[in-house]
């Protein structure tokens, strides 16, 4: 996934020329929000009290419901405008005019995915006072715009632009949604697979779960698909994922199996890793509301958390919410495609991007029935439309929220989420009943007759037949085992009757969970601590014991041999064997291929380690020569002994110096950090990580570097709320001199947490900073 931060590096060049490290410390304080004292404000009816404790959580007490949602929106551009202003900017397609043309590609993709359906079923989708809830929010909003006009957030005096007022359309945009769902980039990559090896070799590099045989799938045309379809949104950010390693966690138990006799819940998603964090934390308490979490802080509500009566937390349910179309285009007129035998014309919109430093730019947005024109193959007299849930009411990204976060039991938690449609999402929740859950929630297209594993003509045959009804989805209540548990994983139960999806993550963190789980005993908030950050890894314990049983190890590598195998699988950071076994399979995959695939297909397959231990473990001629264990066994020595050559030119000739850590780190860089000056200011120093993209606690990135992972924590203890504890890294604020900029990376970096307050007597304890924000 391209990381958010890349897109704001050509800010670098807007920067002011008369930066000197001295100044910038006293800039940037002279800039940060007032968060104690009292702030008047007009468009508040009644005085708000925020709280913000030492952790920087602000805690928002209102009268009304509409004070509340104005507060958070003023609190949290208090903490993150400089971040919310660019998430505006690049849903509403919009960067262009503070980063240049280079930008407008990336704007023409936004406004390709603008919502353009019936707005009234829009609003009413996320909850029935959602509109007005967006509206105070945004208000909200723009009071701090106002507010803080002649004294603007360092990165905007850096930037050299000012914020613009938000609209209630700025919390519809379905930018940040595209990149959460599912499945156009697999749809290409199994088309030229296909088309290039067969269809037979291509189920068998990338095959769907469950089967689907792409033989049997419709062919038509499939020879000029490749990588040039998904060029804008690739330029734009959206992630080409074919295989991900990075994931998120959840998991509950009963009481049956808590220390308490009532619920636990954890929940760790991950994002990348950004500076300031993708999460914000608030507590809203007003009217019908009280409610604790994490969410997107250009949002109202809170996604993952809880409040009084019910907890609940998330993980991608990897729902396949997208199809490309290749509609043919009339070489007589290119404004029309065929549709059941006849030619029909595209919809064109014209729209002006501006662009800084240059004059606009004219683009044209086209549209079939079928959605957006993301690729126009003149050549071929062909376009590719995108048909994707987020065109239908209701999808912009975790606003269903705002039902979530006012549900009273189980029961009300499965109703809230009728309404939720992106991202597809597992939610395991609790309430103080005891009860506990797991749903999976998305908008879920119906295709009969086809499956969407490939690209399909655009003639009439392959058309959604509606949505899945949301009773018909996954879900189960008070399990007799005790617990639940989703990690991206196929969480199809056996004989389910409907298509989801056939890409899903690698189970061996849901099944390292399920292991810790699943015997049983009185867990504590320290244990769920503890497994959170759990870095036993089953493909090491797989791998290792191959390891044992390989023939043929050279006298030179022996040691190396008996080092690794007695090894326990725990990729921890001070690991030395960790490091070596990082390094050796980072090389495997590419090692099992080689030969037996084109070498320019080797980059997309080699990091499926699931794949690659499944031909290990059963070495086949096709893979291994005519003695596929002799084969196999070479395989596994020879890549061993290239990564024992490796670590020693990396970490040393000392073995008793290598560390995973070493290797394996954590950087936070902020996107305007371009010199000394501002990287002392803006970006903490890196941490050392342990644990991969196999392990309950992932910290994957490109290469060795960490760049996804578990940026937000929680655990939620029903028995008593006011026991649970949440992370948030690198800190709750944006902004650069707060105390709250990067005071969690620490506790973040060792694995530690912070409580979570919620009654109001540990609030007002734990909170040294006090904000009344009053009417005029």
């Known amino acids: 996934m391209k990381n958010p931060r890349i897109l704001l590096v050509p800010l670098l060049f807007l920067l002011l020329t008369a930066q000197t490290r001295d100044d910038l410390p006293a800039r940037a304080k002279a800039a940060l929000a007032q968060t104690s004292g009292t702030i008047r404000l007009a468009g508040l009816s009644r005085p708000v009290t925020v709280l913000r404790d030492r952790w920087g959580v602000p805690h928002i007490y209102a009268e009304t419901q509409d004070d509340l949602f104005f507060a958070q929106g003023f609190v949290a551009a208090q903490d993150r405008l400089w971040q919310m202003e660019i998430w505006r900017r690049a849903g509403e397609g919009r960067l262009a005019e503070v980063l240049g043309l280079e930008a407008v590609e990336r704007d023409r993709f936004a406004r390709l995915l603008r919502y353009r359906g019936d707005m009234n079923a829009e609003w009413s989708s996320y909850a029935p006072d959602a509109r007005e809830i967006v509206q105070a929010f945004v208000r909200g909003v723009n009071a701090f715009i106002e507010q803080s006009r002649d004294r603007l957030p360092l990165e ?30 697999q749809e290409v990559l199994r088309a030229r697979l296909g088309t290039e090896l067969g269809w037979k070799r291509a189920d068998e590099l990338f095959p769907a779960e469950p089967p689907r045989p792409l033989e049997r799938q419709p062919h038509a045309g499939l020879e000029g698909v490749d990588e040039k379809v998904l060029t804008l949104p690739f330029a734009a950010g959206a992630p080409l994922r074919f295989g991900p390693r990075d994931g998120s966690n959840n998991w509950v138990v009963d009481g049956s199996f808590s220390a308490t006799g009532k619920p636990l819940l954890a929940n760790d998603p991950h994002r990348s890793l950004t500076l300031p964090s993708l999460r914000w934390m608030v507590h809203l308490t007003g009217p019908g509301w009280n409610v604790i979490g994490a969410g997107e802080p250009a949002l109202p509500g809170v996604a993952a958390g809880h409040n009084d009566r019910v907890g609940f937390g998330f993980t991608i349910a990897m729902i396949d919410q997208q199809d490309l179309y290749m509609e043919e285009v009339n070489p007589a007129d290119p404004r029309q495609v ?163 999806g056939f890409d899903w993550g690698d189970p061996n963190r849901y099944l390292r969970i399920a292991e810790v789980l699943g015997p049983g005993g009185k867990f504590t908030v320290a244990d769920f601590q503890r497994l959170q950050h759990d870095e036993v890894s089953l493909p090491a314990r797989a791998l290792v014991r191959l390891l044992k049983e390989a023939r043929g190890a050279s006298p030179e590598l022996r040691p190396w041999v008996a080092r690794m195998t007695e090894w326990d699988g725990t990729v921890t950071r001070d690991s030395a064997a960790a490091a070596l076994y990082e390094l050796w399979t980072a090389r495997l995959g590419a090692a099992v291929l080689q030969g037996r695939v084109p070498e320019k297909w080797i980059p997309f397959l080699a990091d499926d380690r699931e794949r690659t231990i499944s031909r290990l473990q059963s070495p086949d001629p096709a893979w291994f020569g005519e003695n596929p264990r002799a084969g196999r066994d070479a395989v596994l020595l020879g890549t061993l002994e290239e990564a024992v050559a490796e670590a020693r030119k990396r970490l040393g000739p000392d ?122």
């Open 338 to 500: 065929r549709y059941q035998g006849k030619w029909e014309p595209m919809r064109i919109e014209r729209e002006r991007i501006a662009v800084k430093g240059g004059a606009p730019v004219e683009v044209e947005l086209k549209f079939t029935r079928h959605g957006p024109v993301i690729h126009e193959d003149r050549e071929h007299h062909r376009v590719y439309a995108l048909r994707w849930v987020g065109s239908e009411p209701g999808t912009a990204g975790y606003l269903a929220g705002l039902s979530l976060d006012r549900a009273r039991d189980a029961a009300g938690v499965r109703k809230a989420l009728e309404r939720w449609k992106v991202p597809s999402e597992n939610l395991v929740y609790a309430d103080v009943d005891g009860a506990i859950g797991w749903q999976v929630a998305g908008l879920t297209p119906v295709r009969k007759g086809w499956s969407g594993l490939l690209p399909v003509p655009g003639t009439g045959e392959y058309e959604w037949q509606g949505f899945l009804p949301a009773s018909e989805l996954p879900g189960a209540v008070d399990p007799s085992r005790h617990f639940l548990a989703t990690a991206n994983h196929d969480i199809l139960p056996p004989a389910y009757p409907h298509e989801l």
């Open 655 to 776: 073995p008793g110096t290598w560390r995973w850590g070493s290797l394996h780190k954590a950087a936070f860089h902020h996107g305007l950090a371009s010199n000394a000056g501002l990287r002392a200011l803006l970006d903490p120093a890196p941490v050392e990580r342990g644990g991969d993209g196999d392990t309950v606690n992932v910290n994957v990135g490109g290469g060795f570097d960490v760049g996804h992972g578990a940026s937000f924590r929680e655990i939620l203890d029903v028995a008593d709320w006011d026991r649970s504890v949440a992370v948030n890294v690198p800190g709750q604020s944006g902004q650069p001199g707060s105390p709250h900029y990067a005071d969690l990376l620490p506790l973040w970096a060792e694995g530690k947490y912070f409580p979570l307050l919620f009654s109001r007597e540990k609030v007002e304890a734990g909170s040294p900073e006090r904000l009344v924000l009053a009417p005029p």
């Open 156 to 185: 905007f005096q850096l930037a050299g632009f000012r914020p613009e007022p938000w609209t209630p359309e700025v919390c519809l945009t379905r930018m940040a949604g595209f990149g959460m769902t599912l499945n156009a980039a």
